[in-house]
């Protein structure tokens, strides 16, 4: 997913229009285990001996180590053949009967030494225009010369070039079948026909996800999949007791030293505490008054809070998910720009960057809790200032109270609001030009449409123009909200937080909730708007359980009658809580299994990268890479080989 896949689903800066979609999208985004529970290290024994020696196969060591690429050195889209192919909207109906419209793929074959018999490496064009992918999937790039294999990125449509020229029905068509529909045929009637060469499908994210069902639903056309941070078992049925693991996640995440990779030996760490501390306290603040002042100041706000915590509380809860997933060992703009097409970077691990540099968030300051910490029932002392409070699920009471100017004088209150203040500041400031802060703006200089695009939008209702009423819907929302509203993905690992095991405050939910059936029962379902009645969306409303999306594609904790699919995840990344898994990383954290996980004795395995983002292993090799990133890499590759050797035996 692009990042996709988010808590939001990318839903920040839409028309006011599109905001019905945000229940059902929530969940969106942005695998389970299979028959064979018992995790093993490796394919086979060499393969465990990755890292010591290569990988044979036959006679030919494949060590995989590319060299260190600058960006001015690697390929971009001016350097492929990029085209068009004629793809119907829907491939489900008799010939003739469907519009069509022209899909954007392009291809790279300086490497492949025979065009029609090289290998393919196929990327599953996901939730953004495909230059997103080309520049960012270096694993592709350092593989192809290796592999001497043809490189090809397809759009996915709804996407970049890909719309189509339609004003009836006009969204009806994204979804994941066609995708993949239109992937299937694409290589059958132009890029590989007769299925001459293997091909092997790469995708991250929601891509990662395509990449995966490509190989599951079309065995015959796709050789292997590398599915990078795919959460296919993310769904209600695979995912029921888990609303909460996205969140687990990020708070493992902030209990790692800088880098995470890093001497254990550091001072410690109390991040997670000072976080969860600063919630209720600023709650309590708020409540005070005359506090507007000491709030502001603290927090560099543009204006006064006017005793409105809770939005100060979302603004600096709702940045640590996109810092999850940003979780590179180098600089990068990848997270921001498919978040606010900026071409702006996060720090290098930037979630241990908030903790450790940025801010002094890691610091004591005094917080010391007593009570059940998982009930989240419990007592906070706030240090040197004397104030103590009472915390009883959502309920805050003071315990030990104090004067506002005792509380301002308070050094160690002082300390941990900065802390959090600058803490938050490498999301919010990443542009570096941030003079303060508005809590209702989710990052600087974001981009929403403005008044004069939605009068523009207003104008062409009235005229009934409904092919350019669409267009622009379509450039607007892209392919993912109406995927979202279509496949009614609900990825409901996303669905809670403040439950009593992670950072945040207050639960999102009643004491009484910890499944997704407790929360389904309380839901209200409705139909995705289509204001202009020109979307084609169900009427009906969408299902909170997905029935159908796992029914299609099989529960991501069954991966029977599968093969040849690498699945990895990197456990910083909150997605990862959705993976496919033989043994979940997140049952009984923190996870100390192999680095291997076989799912099936027919290839499809779970790859667990320790200090992983989302899909790094995708990502172009670094030296600031940590050693279990290479070893990933270097593992995707031995597989690959295999499958090659494979594909040609069994011809």
Not at 272 to 296: E, V
Not at 552 to 574: A, C, E, K, R, T
Request: charged share 20%; aromatic share 12%; with cysteine.
């Amino acid at each position: 997913m692009t990042t996709a896949l988010l808590i939001d689903c990318k839903m920040r800066g839409y028309s006011v229009g599109m905001l019905s979609f945000l229940l059902l999208l929530n969940s969106c985004f942005a695998d389970g285990g299979g028959a064979l529970r018992t995790p093993i290290s490796s394919i086979d024994e060499k393969l465990e001996r990755v890292t010591k020696m290569p990988l044979m196969i036959g006679s030919k060591s494949t060590r995989f180590s590319p060299p260190m690429t600058e960006h001015c050195d690697r390929i971009t889209i001016q350097n492929m053949t990029c085209s068009f192919f004629t793809q119907p909207l829907n491939h489900f109906v008799p010939r003739g009967r469907s519009p069509s419209y022209e899909q954007r793929y392009c291809v790279y074959n300086e490497f492949a030494e025979k065009n029609s018999t090289s290998p393919i490496l196929f990327y599953t064009g996901n939730e953004s225009p495909l230059e997103q992918y080309i520049n960012h999937t270096g694993l592709m790039w350092e593989l192809a010369p290796v592999l001497k294999a043809r490189v090809v990125f397809v759009e996915h449509r709804y996407e970049g070039e890909s719309l189509p020229n339609v004003g009836s029905d006009c969204l009806s068509y994204a979804s994941t079948i066609q995708a993949l529909a239109d992937y299937a045929r694409i290589l059958e009637e132009n890029l590989n026909p007769h299925n001459k060469a293997p091909v092997f499908a790469f995708g991250g994210s929601y891509g990662g996800m395509l990449s995966a069902w490509f190989r599951m639903k079309y065995p015959h056309l796709v050789a292997g999949a590398i599915a990078g941070s795919a959460p296919t078992a993310a769904f209600p049925q695979s995912a029921n007791e888990k609303i909460d693991w996205s969140a687990r996640v990020l708070a493992a995440g902030l209990s790692k030293p800088y880098p995470p990779n890093g001497s254990t030996k550091q001072e410690p760490n109390h991040c997670n505490s000072n976080l969860l501390a600063a919630w209720p306290l600023i709650s309590w603040i708020a409540q005070q008054n005359g506090s507007d002042d000491f709030l502001q100041n603290s927090f560099r706000l543009c204006e006064p809070l006017n005793g409105d915590a809770p939005a100060l509380l979302r603004w600096a809860q709702a940045i640590w998910f996109d810092m999850g997933e940003g979780s590179f060992p180098y600089p990068s703009s990848y997270i921001p720009f498919s978040l606010l097409h900026k071409k702006v970077n996060l720090p290098p691990w930037p979630t241990q960057d908030a903790c450790w540099k940025s801010s002094t968030l890691h610091k004591d300051w005094g917080v010391d809790f007593s009570g059940n910490l998982s009930n989240v029932n419990y007592s906070i002392t706030y240090g040197d200032s004397g104030l103590s409070l009472d915390v009883d699920w959502d309920e805050i009471s003071v315990r030990s109270s104090i004067s506002l100017e005792t509380l301002k004088n308070s050094t160690q209150i002082g300390g941990l609001l900065r802390s959090v203040r600058d803490a938050v500041s490498v999301w919010y400031n990443i542009t570096k030009d941030v003079k303060c802060f508005n809590v209702s703006q989710e990052a600087p200089n974001k981009q929403r449409i403005n008044q004069e695009s939605m009068q523009s939008r207003h104008l062409l209702r009235e005229k009934k123009d409904p092919i350019q009423v669409c267009h622009d819907a379509m450039k607007e929302m892209g392919s993912w909200p109406p995927l979202c509203c279509n496949d009614e993905i609900n990825m409901v690992m996303t669905f809670a937080r403040g439950m009593g095991s992670d950072f945040f405050w207050p639960p999102s939910h009643p004491r009484s909730i910890s499944t997704y059936s407790d929360i389904a029962k309380n839901m209200n379902p409705v139909p995705c708007l289509d204001p202009d009645g020109l979307y084609g969306f169900s009427k009906e409303p969408y299902d909170p359980w997905s029935t159908w999306l796992e029914a299609y594609y099989g529960s991501g904790l069954n991966m029977d009658g599968h093969s040849n699919i690498v699945f990895s995840n990197g456990l910083l990344d909150p997605w990862s809580a959705g993976g496919v898994y033989a043994e979940h990383p997140w049952e009984d954290p923190p996870y100390s299994g192999p680095m291997v996980q076989q799912i099936t004795k027919s290839d499809v395995i779970a790859l667990i990268i320790e200090n992983g983002g989302h899909h790094t292993d995708l990502m172009y090799s670094s030296k600031s890479d940590s050693e279990d990133i290479t070893r990933a890499r270097e593992i995707e590759h031995d597989y690959l080989v295999k499958w090659i050797d494979n594909f040609w035996k069994s011809k």
